[in-house]
């Protein structure tokens, strides 16, 4: 995950009335604006992936599958070590590319229920998805987003250190889940549908509370940032790019466990 580090602390005694704050408003509408288009854009390309049979063969099959799959991961795990100052620029290229890759991996979603074809997860669970499934796991997952961003925006709490555990347990989620693939792929261990399971449940905890914590630290930020337009615009580009990857998450994991038959 990228964070933006921008000296927020507390909010300044006398401006915990942020709810009125006209300026506030104005930074977290275009957060969430960012991430909406994003998410737009997302479900567009997961539908010409999944619909479009010459797109589908592309996409789907290596070496773009490879690309589509962990470019996400190298892009963020890059932009740790070389984007400590970045530019509007950067940090808004690095958040198109990051939605464009998961957008076009959403896809395979899409395939499934339009082509009624169960897959079978490296856990040893077939995986059988429908549109209505997937309509169910985004209101699901709208709404829990909605809830928990809007008790993270309101909470007078500053949660800058609950956010920092969040991150380190996202890449410690992500370690894991890579270690497993590599032991499972290659033969060293054998699958397990209740690892999976586990793992999925965990990371649908982790990934929700970051949703609160990220949108307290978006809002705890926009007063040290608030005569900034450079500090402002990468920060609406990161915080945009954290929740919209906790909403994609939320959502597979969701979709994935509504799906999924031992």
């Known amino acids: 995950m990228s964070d933006y580090h921008s000296g927020a602390r507390s909010i300044?005694?006398?401006?915990?009335?942020?709810?009125?704050?006209?300026?506030?408003?104005?930074?977290?509408?275009?957060?969430?604006?960012?991430?909406g288009l994003g998410l737009a854009w997302s479900a567009a390309l997961a539908f010409a992936v999944g619909m479009i049979p010459q797109v589908t063969q592309t996409v789907l099959?290596?070496?773009?599958?490879?690309?589509?799959?962990?470019?996400?991961?190298?892009?963020?795990?890059?932009?740790?070590?070389?984007?400590?100052?970045?530019?509007?620029?950067?940090?808004?290229?690095?958040?198109?590319?990051?939605?464009?890759?998961?957008?076009?991996?959403?896809?395979?979603?899409?395939?499934?229920?339009?082509?009624?074809?169960?897959?079978?997860?490296?856990?040893?669970?077939?995986?059988?998805?429908?549109?209505?499934?997937?309509?169910?796991?985004?209101?699901?997952t709208a709404a829990a987003f909605g809830g928990l961003a809007l008790w993270g925006y309101t909470t007078k709490r500053n949660l800058s250190g609950l956010h920092s555990m969040v991150i380190m347990a996202i890449w410690g989620l992500a370690i894991i889940g890579?270690?497993?693939?590599?032991?499972?792929?290659?033969?060293?261990?054998?699958?397990?549908?209740?690892?999976?399971?586990?793992?999925?449940?965990?990371?649908?905890?982790?990934?929700?509370?970051?949703?609160?914590?990220?949108?307290n630290q978006l809002r705890e930020s926009y007063y040290y940032l608030a005569n900034d337009q450079r500090g402002q615009a990468v920060m609406t580009n990161f915080g945009a790019l954290n929740l919209y990857i906790a909403f994609i998450t939320i959502f597979q994991m969701i979709l994935s466990l509504m799906s999924s038959r031992n």
């Open 61 to 140: 099959t290596p070496p773009v599958l490879y690309i589509v799959q962990w470019g996400p991961l190298v892009l963020l795990l890059g932009s740790s070590f070389f984007m400590r100052n970045a530019s509007p620029a950067a940090s808004g290229l690095l958040y198109w590319a990051v939605v464009t890759l998961m957008g076009l991996g959403l896809g395979v979603w899409v395939f499934l229920a339009a082509n009624a074809v169960s897959a079978e997860t490296l856990g040893g669970r077939t995986v059988t998805v429908t549109f209505a499934n997937m309509a169910k796991a985004f209101l699901v």
């Open 178 to 215: 890579i270690l497993n693939f590599a032991a499972v792929s290659m033969g060293w261990i054998q699958g397990s549908s209740m690892f999976e399971i586990g793992m999925q449940v965990v990371t649908l905890i982790v990934f929700s509370v970051l949703v609160a914590t990220q949108t």
């Open 12 to 35: 300044p005694i006398g401006r915990e009335e942020m709810a009125i704050d006209p300026g506030l408003r104005r930074f977290m509408l275009g957060v969430y604006t960012k991430m």
